[in-house]
């Protein structure tokens, strides 16, 4: 394959879980069915997304009359947002900000809710927010999952054409903040350093180039975990319908909002 990859958080995750997961999902493009998306969760993945648009419209500076949203959860979930009253730092307010980071042949693509950029002494900052309607995860967990991982890192290498004039963004100057509709008056933030960074980046690094030698080698095995496979759409092609459905795996998805927009199905040229 000649073009580069546009790798997001999701396919990234995709490739960890199951190498022919990916392989379906992005290299083949094979429709991911609504088969996971069950008829219950699907009002939850439309509120989450309105919830986003509502934020979106309130950091461009455009109005939001909470008497004109008719749904009384997204209500009472934009009036948690307000009533939190969030610190947020002064800064140039970028909402629903899209970063393309190289990463060896192939692009890390991240799609941010809210990154805030200024100068607190004389030093550049970024501050990333992501807002979740989904179940609350502790600081811990938050700070080892993949989605903080990447966009940190994102930050840390493309940061600077953000900050522009202010001058180079180091990474110990890069922070990003969790905000849970459940849990408003209790932001997860994660601070960066340029320790961390090093060794963040290398092993992004790392997976970049396993992801560039299965497309060497036309390799994409399938998972020897066969509990993913209980959650996954690609059951009948890689003839694991054994593993059977969990029910209780499907329930808990905890980021039913993050599905990627089929734009960001790969292979594509940035
Ligand atoms: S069914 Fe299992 S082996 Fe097949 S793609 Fe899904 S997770 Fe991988």
């Known amino acids: 394959m000649d073009k580069p990859l546009l790798i997001s958080q999701a396919s990234l995750l995709a490739f960890l879980t199951c190498h022919r997961r990916f392989y379906l999902r992005y290299l083949e493009r094979l429709p991911w069915p609504e088969l996971l998306l069950k008829t219950s969760q699907r009002p939850s993945v439309e509120r989450g997304q309105k919830f ?3 934020l979106e419209r309130f950091f461009l500076g455009l109005p939001v009359d909470p008497t004109a949203i008719r749904d009384t959860q997204l209500r009472a979930w934009w009036r948690r947002f307000q009533e939190s009253e969030l610190a947020l730092p002064q800064g140039r307010r970028l ?7 190289p990463a060896g042949p192939h692009f890390l693509i991240g799609r941010f809710d809210l990154v805030i950029v200024s100068t607190a002494q004389d030093h550049p900052f970024a501050h990333v927010y992501d807002w979740k309607t989904s179940r609350p995860r502790t ?3 938050l700070q080892q999952e993949w989605q903080t991982r990447l966009y940190l890192a994102m930050l840390a290498e493309s940061g600077s054409a953000l900050t522009g004039d ?7 100057q890069i922070s990003l903040t969790y905000w849970y509709v459940d849990e408003p008056l209790e932001p997860r933030t994660i601070t960066y350093s340029q320790e961390q960074h090093k060794q963040n980046w290398i092993e ?3 997976l970049v180039g396993e992801i560039e030698l299965g497309l060497d080698q036309d390799q994409w095995p399938l998972t020897d975990n066969w509990s993913h496979c209980r959650t996954c759409a690609y059951q009948a092609y890689c003839g694991r319908q054994e593993a059977g459905a969990s029910e209780t795996l499907l329930a808990e998805d905890p980021r039913p909002y993050d599905f990627e927009p089929d734009y960001l199905l790969e292979p594509e040229t940035p």
């Open 52 to 54: 986003h648009q509502l």
């Open 204 to 206: 992004i690094q790392e």
């Open 166 to 172: 202010e001058g180079p963004l180091d990474a110990n």
């Open 95 to 101: 909402p629903e900000l899209r970063i393309t980071v």
């Open 139 to 141: 600081h811990s967990e």
